[in-house]
């Protein structure tokens, strides 16, 4: 039973969904702020590699190495989120172009390249690696056992994080600003909220989410080191924001939509089943279905609605109030 | 002038403080780059061969952004143009020397296939008001799976399926012979090779800048730029300039994909290692960032960013680690963005007077 199609695909769904779901996060929280960050795929890259880096050089037992590990990761995804902060909101830069340089300076042909050839982390598999964390007996259990007792801890951290992001985002009054300056920061700022602290500490944590994400490639997923290990995974979790209409428990479906739907392809294909011509059709889905709820999102009728931040995207100056 | 001339400055001095850091020799860094990129025999011609398709998606971001439609989906635009081409270049091509119909076939179908591709997003936005960011870069991605779907997944028009090679490892048909396009060559330390590709790239840029410069549509598409409001009240027709923009744009990259069937590659190349590790639509808005949206300016910053990317491509090793690049051309554009911001606010450092005078606005 737990081997039949669905369970499988569901459960490798949350396991390939959960970096999405941290960097959407993470993205969540700078949009909502009102800064668009293109730059996630090279920040979860430098996050990747730093962490997998951590796990390498730093002796220590395998809890205290990945503990070290996630740290590092979150705090290189951080700094290379610092780049885009000052250049947007400080130097009111281009948001598009400083995210993609962003990308093109950390990702696939850039820095974590560099660290990943320079630190010669290619060469080793990861020396410790998030493992399931609940006992075979629970995993084994029909259905269930797959999909919810058989996942790494990062994967039960990031149920906690929806929650508190939710939590954050609509229960407090730290949330509330957060998405008055991401709506109308004129507005917020007559109200005496700081736009740009604002808007850097979220990007900022956004940053330090990518990493994580990164990370959870590294060190769980597929524990060891190639350039551009993340595959586009930074750009489907900029979809997956609007995808999930800027909701941190929306996001978490999606996630798991999209992740189930990356693994659909190679499990149709291990089982014998011939695609054909579905193959592109099967692969193409997330980035076509992302098209198509972008359509949908953005009729300004249904937009407010759906709550796209009013301001994303747009430099906050003061002197133009 | 002075800020991309600087950005280039700084960035050469910021990526040193990293080779630095991780206890490499700069300066032989920098001196191996420069002879790879410009100074070695044979170097000049390999630059012409990144610079090429990076004039191109240069030139197609530079068309698009210049009027504020960010299409960010040169990658896919040219991946498209290739593929159109390249069915172009094997339905009329022949035996033979180049000729010029099935040449001419190959660069419409490259425009053409990289147009319908950009007037994807373009008609999203226009009339459903889309954000063309993620759309136009969602469809990289599908773009990307198309044309490794022509070539691994299926038997299309496009894939060799007769002879050996093509039992063992699926590969595309040869370019005929007649469809490949003709080079000059120039000569200069041992010649070089002027594809027709940098020609066409050339003439597109300086069509390009009469369009936007000189004519009533550039005018009208830079007010659209500008302010929507400002073009809507003028009674300019907003859509269809969206449309027209994304399409010339689109035509561009494609063009650009065309040139990589027709002057370099002679087939389609869908190897996942190949064309699509190659960058050229992201690359390409670098290009235009750095050539401030200038088409004319993108010819020449293609060049430096070619000669980058090609020093990318040949060196390997201690001095030269891989990623530097990428490194570097981030950078480029981290302070051409930034240095955009001291012209745009005239910032000016003067000493403190008695009566400061007051601020001048933006």
Redesign the interface.
């Known amino acids: 039973m737990n081997n039949s199609l669905l369970v499988v695909v569901i459960a490798s769904g949350v396991a390939y969904g959960t970096p999405l779901l941290y960097a959407a996060l993470g993205e969540l929280l700078a949009e909502r702020s009102g800064v668009l960050n293109?730059g996630v795929e090279g920040m979860m890259l430098v996050g990747a590699v730093m962490g997998f880096w951590t796990v390498q050089r730093f002796h220590a037992s395998t809890p205290v190495a990945l503990a070290a590990a996630m740290g590092v990761a979150a705090f290189a995804g951080m700094l290379a989120s610092l780049?885009h902060a000052f250049?947007v909101i400080t130097?009111?830069?281009?948001q598009?172009?400083?995210g993609?340089?962003?990308?093109?300076?950390?990702?696939?042909?850039?820095?974590?390249?560099?660290?990943?050839?320079?630190f010669n982390l290619g060469a080793n598999p990861a020396r410790a690696q998030f493992h399931a964390v609940f006992p075979a007996r629970l995993q084994n259990l029909p259905v269930v056992g797959p999909i919810i007792f058989g996942h790494n801890i990062l994967v039960y951290a990031s149920w906690v994080l929806v929650v508190l992001v939710w939590l954050y985002l609509s229960r407090t009054r730290l949330g509330l600003n957060v998405r008055a300056v991401g709506d109308s920061p004129a507005a917020a700022d007559a109200m005496g909220i700081s736009v740009a602290a604002y808007r850097y500490a979220h990007t900022l944590a956004g940053g330090a989410l990518a990493g994580v994400a990164g990370a959870t490639f590294t060190l769980a997923i597929t524990p060891q080191w190639v350039?551009g290990i993340t595959g586009?995974a930074g750009?489907i979790a900029?979809?997956l924001v609007?995808f999930a209409f800027w909701r941190p428990e929306l996001c978490m479906v999606g996630a798991y939509f999209f992740g189930a739907l990356q693994d659909l392809t190679p499990e149709l294909q291990a089982r014998g089943i011939h695609?054909?011509?579905t193959?592109?059709w099967t692969?193409?889905l997330p980035?076509?279905m992302?098209?198509v709820v972008?359509?949908l999102?953005?009729?300004?009728s249904t937009r407010r609605w759906l709550g796209a931040p009013a301001a994303l995207g747009m430099p906050y100056?003061r002197?133009?109030r | 002038m002075a800020v991309p001339a600087g950005s280039l400055v700084f960035a050469f001095f910021a990526s040193g403080l990293v080779l630095l850091a991780t206890g490499h020799n700069a300066l032989s860094s920098y001196r191996q780059l420069l002879d790879a990129a410009f100074g070695s025999k044979g170097a000049l011609g390999e630059t012409l061969v990144s610079a090429t398709p990076l004039a191109f998606t240069g030139l197609a971001a530079a068309a698009a952004f210049r009027m504020r439609i960010f299409n960010i989906g040169g990658e896919g635009q040219l991946y498209v143009g290739a593929i159109t081409a390249m069915a172009a270049g094997l339905y009329f091509g022949g035996n033979g020397g180049p000729s010029a119909f099935p040449i001419a076939a190959m660069v419409v179908a490259g425009c053409v296939g990289g147009a319908l591709w950009a007037l994807i997003p373009g008609i999203l936005r226009a009339f459903f008001r889309t954000n063309e960011i993620i759309t136009s870069l969602m469809l990289n991605y599908v773009a990307a799976y198309l044309l490794t779907y022509l070539i691994f997944n299926t038997e299309s028009y496009w894939r060799q399926t007769t002879g050996f090679n093509a039992s063992v490892f699926p590969t595309s048909k040869d370019l005929p012979s007649s469809a490949t396009w003709p080079g000059a060559t120039i000569h200069l330390r041992g010649g070089v090779l002027l594809p027709l590709g940098a020609g066409l790239a050339v003439l597109a840029a300086v069509l390009l800048w009469f369009l936007y410069s000189r004519t009533r549509f550039g005018f009208e598409a830079q007010v659209l730029g500008d302010s929507v409001r400002a073009a809507r009240y003028a009674g300019m027709r907003t859509r269809r300039k969206i449309l027209a923009v994304m399409a010339i744009s689109g035509a561009l990259a494609g063009l650009g994909g065309a040139s990589q069937d027709g002057d370099f590659r002679h087939m389609l190349d869908a190897d996942p290692n190949g064309l699509q590790r190659q960058y050229y639509g992201y690359s390409g808005i670098v290009v235009a960032a750095l050539a401030r949206y200038n088409p004319l300016a993108v010819l020449p910053v293609a060049f430096l960013i070619g000669g980058l990317q090609n020093a990318g491509n040949t060196l390997q090793g201690a001095d030269f680690p891989a990623g530097l690049v990428g490194v570097i051309q981030g950078i480029i554009l981290f302070s051409a963005l930034g240095g955009e911001l001291l012209v745009r606010y005239r910032v000016r450092f003067v000493r403190r007077q008695a009566a400061a005078p007051a601020p001048e606005s933006a």
């Open positions: 293109l780049i250049l130097l009111r830069a281009s598009i172009v400083s993609l340089a962003l990308t093109i300076f950390a990702g696939a042909a850039g820095l974590s390249s560099y660290l990943g050839n320079d350039d586009g750009w900029i979809a609007i695609l054909g011509p193959v592109l692969s193409s980035y076509l992302t098209i972008l359509v999102v953005s009729a300004s100056v002197e133009e």
